[in-house]
């Protein structure tokens, strides 16, 4: 090996920049083992070049692969899937290290370093992830501009090339992000994804909503395409909870199946037209359920409608998506679907025995001749007079139901909801709960309303033979400003208390967060979403009508103002400073003067050339040696009235016609 | 007056009208003058004679190759009656030394010479002797293709304002030289016009020659010629640069401005940058032809 091909030691530190800003987003979702051999490996070349240790020979380099191996199929059960496929790239890019011997490994293990840094937004599309990334990119062309030339580039000259050659980059960038066609993935690799975000899950219990109340991270955005859903109506249904045990709601089991979907053309939509349109942008949940009013119907792909009114995904939401809805209010529709068997069953399934009392209450009113309506209002009106809107109510044991109702009377949505529905179903009504987001806060300078976690929210549903469907939210019979003003001022005192720093409680940074939700939020809108549909529209409102040539004259249209621009910039740097306008003056006489027939030489002193002038042609001496005077005087001896007297000179200056009369 | 001083010099040194003027040019802008000429071309004629007219003490010395330091520097002699070492001075301590064929002597010798002329003042025994004031060294030398020569090295050669050479009478000058009297009988009629203390307010009057912006331009442009053209091996240094100014300021003002015009640079330019410039081929003077004509006067 000749020594001028070894990697001299500002190449490999700056690899070794590289590597890490490209692993380092990844260690989060790598196995431990993958960082503490990369640092190993890292560890290793470096004591090789400092003279310490050899390169690894063959035998210990087969060792490190198998072991790889062997760690990657203990690490990872499910192969066709992409963090595997991260943890191997970032696996060979680790053994690469050990064999880091010249130029052209160097090359090899930066571009690498590329891909590792693009597989960072499989995972996240945030826009501070978007910014390491530009950092990332920033440093692995660094490195490689420091890998050039016969010795390493100064980290300030690498970085500034490379900050250069990324500037210029851009508007490129920009153009191919808007004119590219946008394919859709040619094969869908499964994420695996074991840590459950945050959320509403598909069973409910006690105390599982109090857990949401205690975040606020975004869960939805929505923006509207006409009216604005008054807070009442806000109610953005997620899950339906049909089978109680006791102590838990839970969805059913054959209801997250494939047959009780309705796919877009098996359900007729109604006849009149939706009142609210609006397009979601939900937060991952790693599960299938979608939010949106009753009765929703969306036209986004892979959204298919079930028949219990809410929307559903065919793949689970692992990052943000949008989808677009349509909701028809229930009280807008005039026909009542009759309830078949199977779902009178299902929604009036009770548990065989427990909650005694509450039967036995139910049973009273009954007997009394109670209709729903009335039961219903009898609740309503129990609950009103006697329950207070708490988000730390004191456990409830055994038969959970009873306990509530007639000992502690204190609870949330989900005791008030959970309670009203076995009441309800108690009494022969079909009920069933709906948990998901109540209210929003409402965006004025984006118009997006943000949706929260700890907006969650759990409400019921009766049905009646007259109405269908409708919705009664218990918790509004005892804590009406829950739903209209959101938990934060149902519930102030207890409202996030457990949260280490109270800063829910400071204005400014409420503000401040909202702020930042709006740049997410347009970040995703504008950059994330940018899908084919958006680029066509994009394109139409550009170009009218998408035609090849009309691309074309799209792209011809900026690279000729980039070239025009980089010859504008040449041509000006290239004159250095213009000349003083005492010289400017002098040329244009010299330029008469030549027309006239006599042509100054470069090398001519004003004062040699007004005596050639003399010799020359007599008749112009005068003139020639009064202006001549007027510039030395101008230019040389700084008088200032010269260069007033020179302009005054050259107007009266014109050889030709001097000449062409004598 | 000046013009007074090369009215009196051109009646000895006959026709040699503008190198009269560039010699004390270069006496103005306290530079030291190389002459290179062939002998018996009026060397020794030009530096008597502007040492009478301006009134400067003058010495001669005749460079040999046997010659020591000591010989032109001084040396310190033990004396008996006062019982201690006296320091005498050598020629350098005049106010104009000749230094008459300077590339005869050793490298040695040359270089103390050249030391003192930079330094303007002798260190011998290690005391330090301050030079008179004005200084001024007239070095002649012969054409370097003459044998028995040492020729000076370019960090020498550069120590000197200018180099100038006399050249052949023309042959008005020539013939009157032939009918007139006897020119040593009138370098020793000449009266001196100015004392030594004139000539250094006449120095520093130079200083104050206005160069303007546009003339310094052009002053760039000639050094960036030198440096970036492929025709000059070794392109001007900024002390050459700045030799070049202070010489041409000068020249303006012997020729009675206050200000400089393009014409001053081009006038002292072959002599400040002759022998400062190499060609591929050697000397500089075509060189320096070519760059006046090719470097515009008037910025573009």
Not at chain 1, 121 to 135: D, H, K, R, S
Not at chain 1, 547 to 574: D, E, K, N, Y
């Amino acid at each position: 090996m000749k020594t001028e091909e070894r990697l001299p030691r500002e190449s490999l530190l700056w690899i070794f920049a590289a590597q890490f800003a490209a692993l380092l987003p990844n260690f989060a979702f790598l196995p431990l083992w993958i960082v503490g051999a990369w640092g190993f490996a890292v560890y290793w070349r470096l004591e090789v070049f400092r003279g310490r240790r050899d390169l690894p020979g063959r035998t210990v380099k087969l060792l490190a692969v198998l072991l790889a191996v062997g760690g990657l199929l203990l690490s990872y059960r499910h192969w066709f899937a992409l963090e595997p496929m991260v943890a191997l790239l970032a696996v060979s890019f680790t053994l690469k290290n050990l064999e880091l011997v010249n130029r052209r490994d160097a090359f090899l293990s930066l571009l690498l370093a590329y891909f590792v840094a693009a597989t960072l937004f499989v995972f996240e599309q945030t826009i501070p992830y978007a910014l390491y990334g530009c950092l990332c990119i920033v440093i692995i062309t660094s490195a490689l501009a420091a890998q050039l030339g016969s010795y390493s580039a100064s980290p300030r000259r690498a970085l500034g090339l490379s900050l250069r050659l990324l500037a210029q980059a851009v508007p490129l960038m920009v153009l191919l992000f808007i004119v590219m066609p946008r394919l859709g993935p040619l094969w869908a690799v499964p994420q695996n994804s074991s840590g459950s975000t945050t959320g509403i899950s598909d069973s409910m219990s006690p105390g599982d909503f109090t857990e949401l109340s205690k975040s606020d991270k975004p869960a939805l955005r929505i923006s509207f395409d006409g009216p604005v859903p008054p807070p009442e109506q806000r109610y953005w249904r997620g899950l339906v909870y049909s089978v109680f045990d006791g102590r838990r709601w839970s969805l059913g089991v054959e209801d997250e199946g494939g047959q009780r979907q309705w796919h877009r053309s098996q359900r007729p939509l109604p006849e009149v037209g939706p009142r609210y349109r609006y397009r979601v942008i939900q937060e991952a949940t790693n599960s299938r359920w979608l939010f949106a009013m009753a009765r929703p119907h969306s036209t986004t792909d892979g959204v298919v409608e079930t028949f219990d009114d809410r929307l559903i995904r065919r793949a689970p939401v692992y990052g943000r998506f949008a989808y677009e809805v349509r909701s028809w209010p229930r009280e807008t529709l005039n026909d009542v679907v009759p309830l078949s068997a199977v779902e009178r069953r299902r929604n009036l399934q009770l548990p065989r025995d427990g909650n005694p009392r509450t039967r036995t209450w139910i049973r009273e009113l009954r007997g009394r001749g109670l209709d729903a309506e009335k039961i219903s209002a009898e609740l309503l009106d129990f609950y009103h007079r006697q329950f207070t809107y708490t988000l730390k109510p004191p456990a409830l044991g055994g038969d959970s139901v009873d306990e509530f109702l007639f000992n502690s009377q204190q609870g949330f949505c989900e005791h008030f909801a959970s309670s009203y529905v076995f009441a309800m179903r108690a009494a022969g009504i079909p009920a069933r709960v709906v948990a998901g987001y109540q209210g929003g806060e409402w965006v004025e300078q984006e118009k997006y309303l943000l949706v929260r976690e700890y907006d969650a929210h759990a409400w019921a549903e009766i049905w009646t033979p007259a109405r269908g469907w409708q919705r009664v939210d218990p918790t509004a019979a005892v804590s009406p400003e829950r739903i209209r003003d959101g938990l934060q001022s149902a519930a102030a005192d207890e409202f996030m208390e457990d949260s280490l720093l109270p800063l829910h409680r400071i204005s400014i940074l409420n503000r401040l967060r909202l702020q930042w939700d709006m740049i997410n939020y347009r970040w995703y809108q504008t950059v994330i979403s940018f899908d084919s549909d958006q680029q066509q529209s994009l394109l139409k409102s550009l170009l009218g009508d998408i035609t090849p040539l009309r691309i074309a004259v799209l792209l011809a249209i900026p690279a000729a103002i980039a070239l025009l621009g980089i010859l504008a910039w040449l041509w000006f740097s290239g004159r250095g400073a213009r000349a003083p306008v005492t010289s400017r003056l002098y040329r244009k006489f010299c330029r008469r003067l030549a027309r006239a027939g006599i042509e100054r030489l470069p090398g001519e002193a004003p004062r040699d050339f007004a005596r050639r002038v003399r010799a020359e042609r007599p008749q112009l001496a005068p003139m020639v040696d009064h202006i001549t005077a007027a510039f030395e005087k101008a230019a040389y001896s700084g008088d200032p009235m010269a260069e007033k007297q020179l302009r005054r000179l050259l107007r009266r200056f014109w050889p030709m016609r001097t000449a062409g009369k004598s | 007056m000046i013009s007074a001083i090369v009215a009196d010099i051109g009646k000895v040194l006959l026709g040699k009208e503008h190198q009269v003027k560039l010699a004390l040019a270069c006496l103005l802008s306290r530079g030291h003058l190389l002459i290179e000429d062939l002998p018996g071309m009026g060397k020794t004629t030009l530096a008597h004679a502007l040492a009478q007219v301006l009134g400067l003490s003058y010495k001669r010395v005749q460079f040999t190759s046997d010659m020591l330091p000591a010989d032109i520097l001084g040396v310190s002699i033990f004396e008996r009656e006062s019982g201690q070492f006296r320091f005498h001075e050598g020629p350098v301590f005049s106010q104009l030394l000749l230094a008459d064929e300077i590339n005869r002597s050793s490298p040695k010798t040359q270089s103390a010479l050249l030391e003192a002329m930079e330094e303007r003042q002798v260190s011998v025994d290690g005391e330090t002797r301050p030079l008179p004031e004005p200084f001024f060294v007239i070095a002649t030398q012969n054409p370097l293709h003459q044998s028995g020569t040492f020729a000076l090295p370019e960090s020498q050669l550069d120590r000197f304002l200018m180099r100038i050479s006399l050249g052949y009478p023309t042959r008005e000058a020539e013939r009157a030289l032939f009918q007139g009297v006897d020119p040593r009988a009138q370098l020793q009629s000449l009266k001196p016009r100015i004392d030594g203390a004139t000539l250094q307010k006449m120095q520093r009057l130079v200083g104050q020659v206005k160069a303007s912006d546009s003339l310094l331009d052009y002053l760039e442009r000639l050094v960036l010629h030198t440096r970036q053209s492929p025709e000059c091996a070794i392109g001007l240094s900024p002390r050459g640069a700045l030799a070049l100014l202070h010489a041409a300021r000068a020249w303006a003002l012997i020729h009675g401005r206050g200000h400089l015009l393009p014409e001053d640079i081009q006038a002292v330019l072959p002599s400040v940058a002759g022998h400062r410039l190499q060609s591929e081929g050697g000397d500089g003077t075509q060189l320096v032809e070519r760059l006046l004509h090719q470097v515009d006067v008037i910025a573009a």
